[in-house]
């Protein structure tokens, strides 16, 4: 999200009620994932940030001296560490730790109804799948996001439908790992979890992979920065620490 969204339309904010101590079988999950799930394994990241993806613009973010598999995170201004530096989001924190090759096309203002903004990528999701075509991931995640409060649940619903499907369509052999809105510190609007429970139903119908991380930032307005909208880089560790704990509770094998 943008710090210019309506409140109608709050942006997305990662809530982080965990602390950066994080159990470690996420690298053990990526290996039996990747034995077990031959072309629609996990895709990889890495630990180097500084090289940029092919896409031009400043959200395409590019990890390419690592081990591993591709993976692509579709995603908004939280994922995309707004107000930090790219190397402080959660995608490259959790790259780093895995080696996996990241590419992350997150951008501000996006959801998969919403257009992000227009110096980044002025596009809703859809446009962001495309720029991953020629990157061949084999992994895409995708996450739910809260700019898309306030439009109608029907186009949401539908839209989301759409968005896996191209994925599906253009990126065969990638599977799809779809992740739940996040809120800040308070409670979330009654809409944000029908938009999460777009993303679950499309994703799962398509075969993929949903995982709830829940909303680690609740009760934790230090770990918001000014904007009260984007978490601060200790919120983006805990947004970490909540999707490593999310993939260790669902018992996932990437």
């Avoid at 898309?148 to 799809?176: C, F, I, K, W």
């Amino acid at each position: 999200m943008t710090p210019s969204t309506p409140s109608t339309a709050h942006p997305l904010a990662a809530r982080t009620t965990r602390a950066p101590n994080r159990p470690r079988p996420v690298r053990a999950v990526v290996a039996a994932a990747l034995a077990a799930v031959t072309a629609l394994a996990l895709v990889g990241c890495s630990e180097d940030s500084s090289e940029a993806a092919p896409s031009p613009t400043a959200t395409d973010r590019a990890w390419d001296h690592a081990p591993g598999e591709r993976i692509v995170v579709i995603g908004d201004s939280v994922s995309g560490g707004h107000g930090l530096t790219p190397e402080q989001a959660w995608p490259a924190l959790l790259a780093r730790t895995e080696r996996w090759q990241l590419t992350n096309l997150s951008c501000d203002g996006a959801g998969v109804v919403a257009e992000g903004d227009a110096d980044e990528c002025a596009s809703a999701y859809p446009g962001l799948v495309r720029r991953a075509v020629d990157l061949r991931p084999r992994v895409v995640f995708v996450q739910a996001s809260s700019n898309d409060l306030g439009e109608d649940d029907a186009e949401v619903t539908s839209a989301t439908d759409q968005l896996v499907a191209l994925v599906h369509r253009d990126l065969p052999r990638a599977r799809v790992v779809g992740l739940s809105a996040v809120w800040n510190e308070q409670a979330p609007p009654a809409q944000l979890a029908t938009i999460s429970a777009a993303l679950h139903r499309a994703v799962r119908k398509d075969g993929g992979t949903y995982v709830d991380i829940g909303q680690p930032l609740s009760g934790h307005a230090d770990w918001m920065q000014s904007d009260d909208v984007h978490p601060t880089a200790r919120g983006q560790r805990a947004f970490e620490a909540g999707v490593i704990d999310a993939f260790s509770r669902d018992h996932l094998r990437f």
